[in-house]
């Protein structure tokens, strides 16, 4: 989304519907040899899901850098190939 109320419209009442919030991480930005940097919007969808406090599940392709609070989040996680 491009704007504050797209953001209100759209994820926010999506997210605030949901039972739960499952999310995918998957490989971006090469940052070296081995750590790809994850999806930006992946970490904020979950920022907005955790200060909702909807239970999730997260999917992590091998070699992505967990940052932001994907970082802090305490989480069922999977890594996947």
């Known amino acids: 989304v491009h704007s ?5 419209e759209n994820i926010f009442s999506h997210l605030e519907s949901s039972e739960y919030f499952v999310f995918i991480d998957f490989k971006r930005d090469k940052l070296d040899a081995a750590n790809y940097r994850g999806s930006l919007f992946v970490n904020q969808e979950l920022a907005i899901a955790t200060y909702l406090k909807i239970p999730n599940l997260g999917f992590h392709e091998q070699g992505v850098l967990r940052e932001g609070i994907a970082n802090f989040q ?6 996947f190939f």
């Open 4 to 8: 504050p109320e797209a953001l209100t």
């Open 74 to 79: 305490i989480y069922i996680l999977i890594i």
